[in-house]
T-cell receptor
Framework: SQQGEEDPQALSIQEGENATMNCSYKTSINNLQWYRQNSGRGLVHLIL?????REKHSGRLRVTLDTSKKSSSLLITASRAADTASYFC?????????????FGSGTRLQVQP | DTEVTQTPKHLVMGMTNKKSLKCEQHMGHRAMYWYKQKAKKPPELMFVYSYEKLSINESVPSRFSPECPNSSLLNLHLHALQPEDSALYLC????????????????FGQGTRLTVV
């Protein structure tokens, strides 16, 4: 089952611009993670933010978490053509005790050179 | 070594065939997962193994049969599949397997692209 929704479903920007993706989820969480997937390949972990954190940075990535709104955002600054990929948020199931990640619907990002 | 290796990369099988997907990791992770992903959709959880025991089966049809021979290996045995089972099958592993939370990142293999004809 899908934990949450991401928006936009697709995003097209020019190189150098910033890209913002949003994720909403339904249950209580211990942490929220963001993953990247190049077309037809495996997922790569980008960043993990714990439920008691509000913001986290890693290189050109900035993630925010608002547990009261059950939402998170991923900002990629100064985008590059190589950032073209699908981006998924993922949550664990703290309420249910599910020891596995459930993924949001994903955002397909296209960065035009 | 932070790799999860999946074989084969591509598989075409008939509906009467029996085949197996293999997954291997040497990171000492005690949780291993199978996900199924259809085009333009997120990965969907199929099975979770924790300390080599099946801990989650997401009501997957019995034509998919998982097996965890040891802590480094995970197999998915396929039998009498349907064309709608065609998808990318992803294996993943993570360190955290003893609590009710996934507190560390999951490492994914590159997947097996399965086509059922």
């Amino acid at each position: 089952s899908q934990q949450g929704e991401e928006d936009p479903q697709a995003l097209s920007i020019q190189e150098g611009e910033n890209a913002t993706m949003n994720c909403s989820y339904k249950t209580s969480i211990n942490n929220l993670q963001w993953y990247r997937q190049n077309s037809g390949r495996g997922l790569v972990h980008l960043i993990l933010i714990r439920s008691n954190e509000r913001e986290k940075h890693s290189g050109r990535l900035r993630v925010t978490l608002d547990t009261s709104k059950k939402s998170s955002s991923l900002l990629i600054t100064a985008s590059r053509a190589a950032d073209t990929a699908s981006y998924f948020c993922a949550t664990d199931g703290m309420d249910t005790g599910r020891r596995a990640l459930t993924f949001g619907s994903g955002t397909r990002l296209q960065v035009q050179p | 070594d932070t790799e999860v290796t999946q074989t084969p990369k591509h598989l075409v099988m008939g509906m009467t065939n029996k085949k197996s997907l293999k997954c291997e990791q040497h990171m000492g992770h005690r949780a291993m997962y199978w996900y199924k992903q259809k085009a333009k959709k997120p990965p969907e959880l199929m099975f979770v193994y924790s300390y080599e025991k099946l801990s989650i089966n997401e009501s997957v049809p019995s034509r998919f049969s998982p097996e965890c021979p040891n802590s480094s290996l995970l197999n998915l045995h396929l039998h009498a599949l349907q064309p709608e089972d065609s998808a990318l099958y992803l294996c993943a592993s993570s360190q955290d397997a003893g609590t009710g939370a996934v507190n560390t990142e999951a490492f994914f293999g590159q997947g097996t692209r399965l086509t059922v004809v």
